[in-house]
């Protein structure tokens, strides 16, 4: 196989990987918080050809001596954009939307212990199984909500409505009109989101902090009572529909380059075989 058909055949590879990152984003086009990602590509090594011994010969010449010889171009990296997504109105009283970006909601750790961060503020209702005629606030997967002070957010059973502040208190109406304050919601400014680690869906950690010799508070400050909060209202994905189609038929384009290129690579070494 000649060179051309490696580069071809390494380049294609790696641009499945390109399409699948951006068909992973249109496939969260709906997704409450979600951050779409981006691929960058790098060449990967090459080899310099000095095809021109006689240096008289190169007078005049404007590019560089010889011919540089690749092996195609890999996935240098996949990012996570952080940029504010779209506020959509809901009208739900446990649908809570953060107005800047930045900050993040915090849920319950993993099994690890790593504390986990989310930008996705649909919240649920969950019976605490410890304490009777009392709620939990979750998220979609049933993930405890925390507040300011690191326990889950309790709700009264049987309430009449509920009202999240500006700053995250949130103040339940019982029957007879006495409010109760449930707590506040935990809030989290990341100022390094470039070292969040995506976990599925909208959850987040920080991993591998010690590997670079950083602790949380290098990377993240307790924000909780900031007036970044609204209730009845969603973070849609900032994910442009439109931008990712344009993407996606790049990615397709250049790999049909790419095996036209092994197509004629093909086709090249059948005449030299064919040669009496």
């Known amino acids: 196989m000649?060179?051309?058909?490696?580069?071809?055949?390494?380049?294609?590879?790696?641009?499945?990987?390109?399409?699948?990152?951006?068909?992973?984003?249109?496939?969260?086009?709906?997704?409450?918080?979600?951050?779409?990602?981006?691929?960058?590509?790098?060449?990967?090594?090459?080899?310099?050809?000095n095809n021109q011994p006689v240096a008289g010969q190169e007078a005049g010449r404007l590019t560089p001596n010889g011919i540089r010889v690749g092996s195609g171009g890999a996935i240098?990296?996949?990012?996570?954009?952080?940029?504010?997504g779209t506020i959509r109105e809901t009208g739900r009283d446990l649908d809570v939307a953060l107005t800047e970006k930045g900050y993040f909601f915090e849920i319950s750790p993993t099994d690890d212990g790593d504390r986990r961060f989310t930008r996705d503020g649909a919240f649920y209702l969950s019976p605490n199984p410890a304490v009777e005629n009392e709620n939990l606030l979750v998220n979609r997967d049933g993930?405890?909500?925390?507040?300011?002070?690191?326990?889950?957010?309790?709700?009264?059973?049987?309430?009449?409505?509920?009202?999240?502040?500006?700053?995250?208190?949130?103040?339940?109406?019982?029957?007879?009109?006495?409010?109760?304050?449930?707590?506040?919601?935990q809030l989290v400014e990341v100022t390094k989101p470039q070292l969040l680690s995506a976990l599925g869906g909208s959850n987040f950690i920080f991993s591998g902090l010690e590997e670079l010799g950083l602790e949380e508070a290098d990377v993240m400050a307790e924000a909780a009572g900031t007036d970044v909060f609204r209730q009845k209202a969603l973070e849609m994905s900032n994910v442009d529909m439109g931008r990712e189609t344009a993407e996606m038929l790049l990615a397709q384009r250049n790999y049909q380059f790419n095996a036209r290129a092994i197509s004629i690579g093909d086709e090249m070494m059948g005449l030299v075989n064919n040669i009496r």
Not at 13 to 42: C, E, I, P
Not at 165 to 183: F, L, Q, S
Request: net charge negative.
């Open 143 to 185: 993930e405890y909500v925390l507040s300011s002070t690191g326990t889950p957010i309790s709700i009264p059973a049987g309430h009449e409505d509920l009202l999240i502040r500006e700053n995250g208190i949130v103040e339940v109406t019982m029957p007879g009109g006495a409010v109760v304050n449930a707590g506040q919601l």
């Open 76 to 84: 240098a990296q996949t990012s996570v954009r952080f940029e504010q």
């Open 2 to 49: 000649n060179q051309s058909m490696i580069s071809a055949a390494v380049t294609m590879g790696q641009l499945q990987y390109k399409m699948d990152t951006t068909g992973h984003n249109l496939a969260n086009l709906n997704t409450t918080g979600y951050k779409r990602r981006d691929t960058s590509f790098a060449d990967l090594l090459f080899q310099q050809v």
